[in-house]
Structures are given as structure tokens and as C-alpha cells.
């Protein structure tokens, strides 16, 4: 793949320098002000089609690819469908401030993929980590550290500093922009950047829009159908009271879904009478070492119910032609029904006859075989929720030629109850044989029992839990604009803003419930269920196997309480897991837009600085702690128009991003590591650390971009970061009650985050016939990032930075047809340090791709039909225990993780009039 995306590079770059049939405008105007201005949307929002608009003159591009305006005349041209939104993303990368990469729905409805996050991973310089059917993180430059806006406004889910990116429907998206480089307007908060998604309004269109469509979806491993549903309405008349628009959008999703792991868990020794490893065979090599064998090996099913909920609506009113007056409110509710089917092999609690260890790492076992093998099956049934609510209302006031004032209220309320209720059932293998390493993948074989009959297992552990997170916040801001006609100065901005937040989380501590009087799980009518089968399509030797249905658990919890001997009712939440925090923040921003020429080349940037003042207060178990802090965040940027199509870029911005609420929380949750496996200590822990300050960073970038046509462009881009106090979770063993417990904690870390960016996109319109339809996209990023080893010492890679990544995507768009084939890959990254265990404590992922296909019919000018196809190659997700043993010193590579994910198979129609 790697070859065959070389031989792309090279034939485009030949193509890029081909002449092609239009040339944008250098006046074109973004479309639509960025969200980050927070700046209500003009009386008619540009369209993509008009950002492309071509200088008089030009020749037309061939068919389907453009349509005259009637309205215009003939000599406009108007660029439509997937060119439209390449072109007005263009735009606004070319002509904003910032350096920013953009994505733009081609239609009502359609995003370039079906989910916001699964759009950012074709964003150069953006990865995803996926799980679920969906990409459930962004990472900017390899950071989960961005801020999250909608239109501008600072959103959240929970106490979370971010907002769940997939939970906002995709339909109901004008488009989203990444901001890699700040000024001192945007909402402080990123680090690696900004993610503002910009929803529809009324103004936007020109009249009246009604638009919807559907979607059926296949999931391949789960082998359930799912789907979705969405509607906009939106219009806009004149009164007597001036112009009047409204609009009002929905969004149904429902998907079923199964992700599929085998595991490896840490390796520790067997251990005898005074806690010391035995190294006499089986469980000790010829070199009188312990050897460390996993302390589980297993696999889980986990099939989820996913639905997703969701209402916006917006009303402008300009009474004048200077004054106007919004309001916006976004509803979106989740919910989540997760069944894990855990199967759980012990290989050190039956009779051990045989240890063998690999080659290269003598002190590791590679497989086991014992007989009267404890062994477990789990349910683990969870029931997710999530409620958030955001509104504002606001104001725009023209006073005069040169200026604009506009003020907003915003209000934010999030809800977040979780449950879920887990079952361990028990059996003894006659026979058991584990093999850690086929492949790559665990491979186990249990001898001597029907693993399908309830009537061979018994229940033995109960996990009863539930928790609840809350967070509402106001926020007060208003911005003056004053523009100049000429000179240096082309603008003065500033503005301030106020937010008033509260969070609120409370959680029970996950601990084993024993049973006191054991029973067989056919015993419980309606108990008895069987797992889904061909785990990791059959890598693991795991099929189906007994266990607790996860609907009966959920339904009938009194029931199971009772047989552990417990009372009825959801267990207290434990004080140890409360925070109850409230946060201030007060900002004044000031910034100047200049302009100048040198030799004739035009010259100009913004320079400003950001002034915030946070103020903490943090309630946990009996104590309490306040934060005050200061922080000034200068910027500056510069932009050097080379040529008409040639800009040279330079960005300089100090950034922070805060903690999140759960990371200063001051107290510690023990559970007991029982008989499911353990770690090497009697007790995990995890806990906050209410010392941690807010990550900081200097950030200087540098970019080089050359705009031949309106989808024709070639860009380059440098980065170099700085980082203080950046906050990874580390685990450490620290006493506990007597004994020892391995803690998890957020810590913070310096590190520096540098790299590369390349971007390439193209229509070939010079190619003959159908041909001209052709069209590709490539970008591809290289990162180092390093930080402090707060543990070891010393220096390690930063997690889930990729060194590197690229997107490749094959378009086509002719005779009403759209078409983009797509593949995204990364490179290794590390997942996590200091598990524990005699093995490598470092987890790294490998290197991984995911080709996609979207296909789309204009049937009609009103009505279009749909294709969509993910992971086209079945990808496998691998990692490994990689690197030094922090105890021993000892350098080993072996398995740890393999999944596999559904294919899925989308169709649908979508229609607009």
C-alpha cells in the first residue's frame, strides 16, 4: 500500500502543474464568518459555489461539475457538489487568519463522511482511535488536547472539558474547522487546537429549504441491521418588522454494533508460601528465574445499542439592516446499552504440567497447559446516558460603517447517568492449554466440558455500580470590531467574556461481591445465555460459551443483589469518587489586524494577547482545595502573499488547556484485585491530583500554500510546541492497608510535540470524456513528540502520538455521480506506560489502516441515492507489551491486544427542495 501510495504522490505532483479551467478570485470571500468570531451569519451566507467563482472570462468546467445561476447571468459559474465543498474549505484555509484545515457539507445532510469525527480523520495532521462502530477520539497533531466549539461557543459533555464529537449528527453540519494556530478571539482552551463546528441557520440559505433522508445499516460482525433518519426545515420572509428566519433540524440514529478483543493481561510469577517467585520447573527456568506468566487470557465480545438523538433550531430577526438578533438551541441525547461477554482463562490457579518460554525472553512464558483449570465467564452489562443541552441568544449592531458590537448569552447543561451490573461465573476445565503468542493473537484451547451448557457454571462474583456526572455553565461575552479603510492598522478587536461552570461527579468503587452460597447458572429461570461466537473471526479458538443475559441482569437487579446476599437498591456512591467543583473564568482579549507591503509582495497578520483569570473551587471527601490563576496568552500571526496563488504563513501562540475536573479530584478508589486476575499487588486504585496546574504551551508554526485553482492546492506546514505540565495517567505501586496497590494518576510532564504537515488536492478537468471527473486527494503527517518519564526518568514518546500518518482518497464527480474512495493510516503509537508486570511495561499499538468507500446519485436535481462502505479491508488492531521492564531492565516484545471491528454497509437517499 505504502509503494502503491508513492506512485500517486508522484503522478499528481506531474498533473498539479497542469493548467486547469478556472481561476479563483484572490477577493473571494470565506464562507460564512469562521465560528471562532462568534459572528452571526450574514443576510445571505456565501455559498461554496460562490467562494469558487471564477475570474470573468474563464472557461466552464466540463458538466456535472459546475451550473450557470440563472439569477447571475451567463457568464457566472457556479461550481456544485463535492468540487463546491472542496473549494469553499479552500477558501477558508486560504484566507483566514490562522492556520486552519476546514471540512464543508457539499448538501444539506451530507458531511463527506457520516460522523463528524470519522470526517476529521481526512484532515491533515488529525488522527482518530476508534472502538464502537465509530472514532471515538480526535487527536489534533496526535493530542486529544483541542478545544471543542460550536459556533464559536465553548460545548462540553460531563465534567469534561471537551464535547463528545459523535454525539452531534453529522446532518445537521454546515461544516467544521480545525484551527492549528489561535488568536486572541478564539475561547482559550487548546493546546493542539481548536475544533469549531458550525451548525446551519436560517440566513443561510435563501428562501425555503426542506431536506431529510434515511439510511439502512449492515453491520457485518454483529450481523444486525441498524439506521437513521434526519429533516431540516428551514425559511426566511419579510415583515413589517423586518426580515424573520427559522429553522428546525432532527436527527434519529440507531446502530448495533460488536467489537471483538483477545487479550494477553500482565505476567507476573507464581509465587510460594512467603511471596517469593518459585523457580523450580514448571514455573522456573534453567537459569533459576521466576518466570512470569499472564494473569489472565481471554477475550470479549462487546455488542452495543447505540442510539443517538438530536434537535437544533435557530430564529434571526433583523429589524434593520444594521441590527440583527439570534437564537440558537442544539438538543442531543445518547444512550448506550453495552454487553461485554468476557471469557477469562487463569493458567496459573489449576494444576500446572508445562510452562514453555519464549526463545529471546526466557524469564516470559509463551504457552501453558494444567488441568482442573479455574476458569471464568463474565456479563458485564452497562446502560449509558448522555443529555445535553446548549442555548444563547444574542445580538449583531452595525452603528456604523466601520464597526461592529455584538453580545451573546450562552447556557450549557450536560447529564451523565451510567449504570451497570456485572456477573463472573465460574467452571473447572478438565483440560486447559494456552498458547500467549500464535501470531500474534492468544490461542486457547479448554478441554472436557460443553462450554455452551449453564448447567457447568456457577456463579461466583457480582460488581454493582452506577455513577453520575453533572455540569451546567453561563457564559457572558461581547466584542467591539473597528475596521480601517487604509494604513497599517486594517482592524482593532477586543472583547470579554465570563463563564460560571459546575461540575458535579459521583461514582460507586468497583468491588467484588463473593457469593456466600453458590448456585449454578441454570438455576436462575431466564438467567442463562450464550455469547456470540468466532471471536476475532476465529484467531482466539474462542466460540460461544454460557453466561448471565445482560437484559435480565439489568431488568431484574433486586433479584441478583439477593442471591449475593445484598439489599435491594443501587449501591451508595463511595465518598472517595466525589468531586464537586466550581470554576470561574474571567477574559479580556485585545487584537490588531495590519496590513503592509514590502517589494510588492502584500503583507498582514493579527497580534494580540488574551488575558485569563481562573478561579477553582474543589470539594471532595472532607477536603477541599482553591485554585487562583493568571494567565496571559499572547499571539501573532503574519501571512506573506508571495503571489496571487503563493501565501507564506507564520503563527506564533502561548496556549493552555485546563484540567479536566476528574484529574484534580484529591482522593483514591481501592478495589480488590480477587480472583479475576491480578497485577502483581492486592489492590488497584485510581485517583486525582489536585497539584496539577493547566497544561501549557508555546507554539510556533510555519506554512507554505500554493492555490493554482479553486480545488487545486498544494500546502506545507511546520510546527514546533513546547509543552508544560502535559497531563498523561501513570500507574506506580503505593501502600496500601498494609499491602501494595498499583495507582493510577494523571501526572504532569514537559514534553516538546514537532512535525510536519503535506497536503495535495486536485480535479483533473484536463483529462478527456469521463475522465475529467477525476479528482484525488493526499495528506500526510510526520510527528515526534516526547515527553518526561515522570516514573523511570528519562525520556518516552508521547501517547498516541503516530510518527506518521496519511490520508489518500480517490474522487470521482461526473453525470451526477460522486464517489470517494479513501484510506487512512497510521503508524505504531504508544497506548500506555507501566502496567505492571515482569513484561514490557510499555504498550504500543501497530501501525494500521482503514479503507472506505462513499458513492452517491443525483437521480434528480431534488433527490440523490447513497453507498457507504467502512473498513472495505477487514482491519485488525494489534498491540504489544514493547520496551523495558522498569524492574528488571530487561528489553521483550509480546502480545497484549487483538481486535476486529464491524464492515459496514450503508444505503439510503436523501432529497432537498
Same mark, same amino acid.
Given at each position: 500500500m505504502k509503494r502503491h501510495a508513492l506512485a500517486a504522490v508522484s503522478a499528481l505532483a506531474i498533473a498539479v502543474a497542469t493548467p486547469a479551467l478556472a481561476q479563483q478570485d484572490p477577493n473571494a470571500s470565506v *464562507?460564512?464568518?469562521?465560528?471562532?468570531?462568534?459572528?452571526?451569519?450574514?443576510?445571505?451566507?456565501?455559498?461554496?459555489?460562490? $467562494?469558487?467563482?471564477?475570474?470573468?472570462?474563464?472557461?466552464?468546467? /466540463?458538466?456535472?461539475?459546475?451550473?450557470?445561476?440563472?439569477?447571475?447571468?451567463?457568464?457566472?459559474?457556479?461550481?456544485?457538489?463535492?468540487?463546491?465543498?472542496?473549494?469553499?474549505? *479552500?477558501?477558508?484555509?486560504?484566507?483566514?487568519?490562522?492556520?486552519?484545515?476546514?471540512?464543508?457539507?457539499?448538501?444539506?445532510?451530507?458531511?463527506?463522511?457520516?460522523?463528524?469525527?470519522?470526517?476529521?480523520?481526512?484532515?491533515?495532521?488529525?488522527?482518530?482511535?476508534?472502538?464502537?462502530?465509530?472514532?471515538?477520539?480526535?487527536?489534533?497533531?496526535?493530542?486529544?488536547?483541542?478545544?471543542?466549539?460550536?459556533?464559536?461557543?465553548?460545548?462540553?459533555? @460531563?465534567?469534561?472539558?471537551?464535547?463528545?464529537?459523535?454525539?452531534?449528527?453529522?446532518?445537521?453540519?454546515?461544516?467544521?474547522?480545525?484551527?492549528?494556530?489561535?488568536?486572541?478571539?478564539?475561547?482559550?482552551?487548546?493546546?493542539?487546537?481548536?475544533?469549531?463546528?458550525?451548525?446551519?441557520?436560517?440566513?443561510?440559505?435563501? #428562501? &425555503?429549504?426542506?431536506?431529510? +433522508?434515511?439510511?439502512?445499516?449492515?453491520?457485518?460482525?454483529?450481523?444486525?441491521?441498524?439506521? &437513521?433518519?434526519?429533516?431540516?426545515?428551514? %425559511?426566511?420572509?419579510?415583515?413589517?418588522? #423586518?426580515?424573520?428566519?427559522?429553522?428546525?433540524?432532527? $436527527?434519529?440514529?440507531?446502530?448495533?454494533?460488536?467489537? %471483538?478483543? *483477545?487479550?494477553?493481561?500482565?505476567?507476573?510469577?507464581?509465587?510460594?508460601?512467603?511471596?517469593?517467585?518459585?523457580?523450580?520447573?514448571?514455573? +522456573?527456568?534453567?537459569?533459576?528465574?521466576?518466570?512470569?506468566?499472564?494473569?489472565?487470557?481471554?477475550?470479549?465480545?462487546?455488542?452495543?445499542?447505540?442510539?443517538?438523538?438530536?434537535?437544533? +433550531?435557530? &430564529?434571526?430577526?433583523?429589524?434593520? %439592516?444594521?441590527?440583527?438578533? !439570534?437564537?440558537?438551541?442544539?438538543?442531543?441525547?445518547?444512550?448506550?446499552?453495552? %454487553?461485554?461477554?468476557?471469557?477469562?482463562? /487463569?493458567?496459573?490457579? #489449576?494444576?500446572?504440567?508445562?510452562?514453555?518460554?519464549?526463545?529471546?525472553y526466557p524469564a516470559l512464558a509463551n504457552g501453558v497447559t494444567e488441568t482442573n483449570a479455574y476458569t471464568l465467564s463474565s456479563m458485564q452489562a452497562y446502560q449509558n446516558k448522555t443529555t445535553t443541552i446548549q442555548g444563547d441568544v444574542g445580538a449583531k449592531w452595525n452603528p456604523g460603517e466601520h464597526d461592529v458590537i455584538t453580545a451573546e448569552i450562552v447556557?450549557?447543561?450536560?447529564?451523565?447517568?451510567?449504570?451497570?451490573?456485572?456477573?463472573? =461465573?465460574?467452571?473447572?476445565?478438565?483440560?486447559? $492449554?494456552?498458547?500467549?503468542?500464535?501470531?500474534?493473537?492468544?490461542?486457547?484451547?479448554?478441554?472436557?466440558?460443553? /462450554? =455452551?451448557?449453564?448447567?457447568?457454571?456457577t456463579l461466583r462474583t457480582l460488581f454493582d455500580n452506577h455513577s453520575l456526572e453533572t455540569s451546567r455553565q453561563w457564559a457572558y461575552r461581547a466584542d467591539v470590531t473597528h475596521s480601517f479603510d487604509g494604513g497599517l492598522l486594517s482592524n482593532f478587536k477586543f472583547g470579554v467574556r465570563y463563564t460560571d461552570r459546575r461540575a458535579e461527579s459521583q461514582a460507586t468503587v468497583s468491588t467484588p461481591i463473593g457469593i456466600t452460597n453458590p448456585v449454578l447458572l441454570s438455576s436462575v429461570d431466564g438467567l442463562a445465555t450464550l455469547s456470540p461466537g468466532d471471536l476475532v473471526q476465529g484467531r482466539a479458538g474462542i466460540d460461544r460459551f454460557a453466561l448471565s443475559d445482560a437484559d435480565y441482569l439489568l431488568s431484574h437487579a433486586d433479584q441478583i443483589r439477593g442471591i449475593f446476599s445484598q439489599p435491594a437498591g443501587d449501591r451508595p456512591f463511595d465518598p472517595n469518587l466525589a468531586f464537586f467543583d466550581s470554576e470561574k473564568t474571567y477574559a479580556f482579549y485585545g487584537q490588531a489586524g495590519y496590513r503592509f507591503d514590502i517589494g510588492g509582495i502584500a503583507v498582514d497578520g493579527v497580534a494580540g494577547v488574551r488575558v485569563v483569570n481562573t478561579v477553582e473551587d474543589l470539594e471532595g471527601n472532607g477536603v477541599s482545595s482553591r485554585e487562583n490563576y493568571l494567565n496571559a496568552l499572547p499571539s501573532a500571526t503574519l501571512r506573506a502573499k508571495l503571489t496571487g496563488k503563493l501565501q507564506f504563513r507564520l503563527a506564533y501562540a502561548k496556549t493552555l488547556t485546563r484540567p479536566n475536573f476528574s484529574d484534580l479530584n484529591p482522593l483514591v478508589g481501592y478495589a480488590s484485585n480477587g480472583v479475576t486476575g491480578g497485577t502483581g499487588t492486592a489492590y488497584t486504585g485510581s485517583g486525582g491530583n489536585p497539584g496539577l496546574?493547566?497544561?501549557?504551551?508555546?507554539?510556533?508554526?510555519?506554512? /507554505?500554500?500554493?492555490?493554482?485553482?479553486?480545488?487545486?492546492?498544494?500546502?506545507?506546514?511546520?510546527? !514546533?510546541?513546547?509543552?508544560?505540565?502535559?497531563?498523561?495517567?501513570?500507574?506506580?505501586?503505593?501502600?496500601?492497608?498494609?499491602?501494595?496497590?498499583?495507582?493510577?494518576?494523571?501526572?504532569?510532564?514537559?514534553? =516538546? &510535540?514537532? @512535525?510536519?504537515?503535506?497536503?495535495?488536492?486536485?480535479?483533473?478537468?484536463?483529462?478527456? #470524456?469521463?475522465?475529467?471527473?477525476?479528482?484525488?486527494?493526499?495528506?500526510?503527517?510526520?510527528?515526534?513528540?516526547?515527553?518526561?518519564?515522570?516514573?523511570?526518568? +528519562?525520556?518516552?514518546?508521547?501517547?498516541?502520538?503516530?510518527?506518521?500518518?496519511?490520508?489518500?482518497?480517490?474522487?470521482?464527480?461526473?453525470?451526477?455521480?460522486?464517489?470517494?474512495?479513501?484510506?487512512?493510516?497510521?503508524?505504531?503509537?504508544?497506548?500506555? !506506560?507501566?502496567?505492571?508486570g515482569l513484561q514490557a511495561g510499555s504498550v504500543v499499538a501497530r501501525p494500521t489502516g482503514q479503507l472506505d468507500l462513499s458513492v452517491n446519485y443525483a437521480i434528480t436535481p431534488f433527490a440523490t441515492i447513497t453507498f457507504d462502505a467502512t473498513n472495505l479491508t477487514d482491519r485488525v488492531y494489534h498491540d504489544e507489551f514493547k520496551g523495558l521492564n522498569s524492574a528488571t531492565g530487561v528489553y521483550s516484545t509480546t502480545p497484549r491486544d487483538t481486535r476486529t471491528y464491524d464492515r459496514t454497509f450503508e444505503f439510503g437517499a436523501r432529497f432537498k427542495f
Open positions: *464562507a460564512g464568518a469562521p465560528g471562532a468570531t462568534q459572528l452571526t451569519t450574514p443576510a445571505r451566507q456565501q455559498s461554496p459555489a460562490d $467562494s469558487a467563482a471564477p475570474v470573468p472570462g474563464a472557461a466552464a468546467p /466540463l458538466d456535472s461539475q459546475v451550473a450557470a445561476d440563472p439569477a447571475a447571468g451567463s457568464n457566472e459559474i457556479i461550481v456544485t457538489g463535492l468540487r463546491a465543498s472542496l473549494s469553499s474549505a *479552500a477558501t477558508i484555509k486560504r484566507q483566514a487568519p490562522q492556520i486552519v484545515d476546514s471540512i464543508v457539507a457539499e448538501d444539506i445532510g451530507k458531511l463527506p463522511d457520516n460522523t463528524v469525527s470519522d470526517a476529521l480523520q481526512r484532515v491533515t495532521g488529525v488522527q482518530i482511535i476508534r472502538g464502537g462502530g465509530e472514532a471515538t477520539a480526535v487527536l489534533v497533531r496526535g493530542l486529544p488536547n483541542a478545544a471543542t466549539l460550536l459556533n464559536g461557543r465553548e460545548a462540553f459533555t @460531563g465534567a469534561a472539558r471537551g464535547i463528545a464529537l459523535q454525539d452531534i449528527p453529522a446532518e445537521l453540519i454546515a461544516g467544521v474547522d480545525v484551527y492549528k494556530t489561535a488568536t486572541p478571539d478564539i475561547v482559550e482552551g487548546g493546546v493542539v487546537g481548536v475544533i469549531d463546528v458550525r451548525l446551519r441557520r436560517p440566513f443561510d440559505f435563501n #428562501g &425555503l429549504q426542506i431536506a431529510g +433522508g434515511g439510511r439502512a445499516v449492515y453491520s457485518d460482525q454483529s450481523k444486525k441491521w441498524s439506521g &437513521l433518519a434526519n429533516a431540516l426545515v428551514s %425559511d426566511r420572509w419579510q415583515t413589517g418588522l #423586518g426580515e424573520f428566519g427559522a429553522l428546525a433540524g432532527f $436527527s434519529f440514529n440507531r446502530r448495533i454494533y460488536r467489537d %471483538d478483543t *483477545a487479550f494477553d493481561f500482565i505476567s507476573n510469577c507464581v509465587t510460594g508460601p512467603t511471596g517469593a517467585c518459585l523457580t523450580t520447573p514448571p514455573f +522456573g527456568n534453567s537459569a533459576g528465574q521466576g518466570i512470569g506468566i499472564p494473569d489472565t487470557v481471554g477475550g470479549l465480545y462487546t455488542v452495543g445499542q447505540r442510539q443517538r438523538l438530536a434537535f437544533n +433550531g435557530s &430564529l434571526q430577526w433583523k429589524p434593520a %439592516d444594521n441590527l440583527e438578533f !439570534y437564537a440558537d438551541g442544539l438538543y442531543t441525547q445518547y444512550k448506550n446499552r453495552i %454487553d461485554t461477554n468476557f471469557f477469562v482463562g /487463569l493458567p496459573k490457579t #489449576g494444576v500446572v504440567t508445562n510452562v514453555t518460554t519464549y526463545d529471546a447556557y450549557n447543561h450536560s447529564k451523565l447517568p451510567n449504570r451497570n451490573l456485572i456477573v463472573d =461465573t465460574s467452571f473447572n476445565a478438565p483440560t486447559a $492449554s494456552y498458547n500467549f503468542d500464535n501470531n500474534g493473537t492468544p490461542l486457547i484451547n479448554i478441554g472436557g466440558v460443553d /462450554l =455452551t451448557n449453564p448447567a457447568n457454571f496546574g493547566p497544561i501549557k504551551a508555546d507554539n510556533y508554526d510555519a506554512s /507554505l500554500e500554493w492555490y493554482l485553482t479553486p480545488t487545486t492546492s498544494l500546502t506545507a506546514a511546520g510546527f !514546533y510546541k513546547t509543552i508544560k505540565g502535559y497531563i498523561q495517567v501513570y500507574s506506580a505501586i503505593e501502600p496500601y492497608q498494609g499491602q501494595t496497590a498499583l495507582v493510577s494518576r494523571p501526572r504532569g510532564v514537559d514534553g =516538546t &510535540l514537532k @512535525g510536519l504537515e503535506l497536503a495535495y488536492q486536485q480535479f483533473f478537468d484536463f483529462l478527456p #470524456g469521463p475522465l475529467s471527473g477525476l479528482g484525488a486527494q493526499l495528506n500526510g503527517t510526520y510527528i515526534i513528540g516526547r515527553n518526561d518519564d515522570p516514573i523511570n526518568g +528519562g525520556k518516552q514518546r508521547l501517547v498516541n502520538v503516530s510518527k506518521y500518518s496519511y490520508n489518500a482518497v480517490a474522487i470521482y464527480e461526473k453525470y451526477g455521480v460522486s464517489a470517494r474512495l479513501a484510506w487512512n493510516w497510521r503508524s505504531s503509537f504508544a497506548a500506555a !506506560y507501566n502496567s505492571g
